[in-house]
Nanobody, 114 residues
Framework: QVQLVESGGGLVQPGGSLRLSCAAS????????MGWYRQVLGKQRELVAS???????NYADFVKGRFTISRDNAKNTVYLQMNSLKPEDTAVYYC????????WGQGTQVTVSS
């Protein structure tokens, strides 16, 4: 069983920045693929970015150049640095751990508004 704890969400003005963190329990974090997804009420959850155990990354087109995903295997933590935030980035952001099984965090709200 893997537990994921997300943090770092909040209210930010357009153009601002936030950094999300997701800390994972367990000893197999280093081999897991980690991802950040987001969901707006009434819409499907969508991939924002993912990072493989090798460190290779993948981004949705709508965040390329603005968001950066990274991981610290020593801390069992994955990060999402979000810059140049837009109102349309408002959503609940979820962390996903993928190894033998998939696990999801509880989500953290990000609101971009003036």
């Amino acid at each position: 069983q893997v537990q994921l704890v997300e943090s770092g969400g909040g209210l930010v003005q357009p153009g601002g920045s936030l950094r999300l963190s997701c800390a994972a329990s367990g000893s197999i974090f280093s081999i897991a693929r980690m991802g950040w997804y987001r969901q707006v009420l009434g819409k499907q959850r969508e991939l924002v970015a993912s990072i493989a155990s090798s460190g290779s990354t993948n981004y949705a087109d709508f965040v390329k150049g603005r968001f950066t995903i990274s991981r610290d295997n020593a801390k069992n933590t994955v990060y999402l640095q979000m810059n140049s935030l837009k109102p349309e980035d408002t959503a609940v952001y979820y962390c996903k751990f993928s190894a033998l099984y998939d696990y999801w965090g509880q989500g953290t709200q990000v609101t971009v508004s003036s």
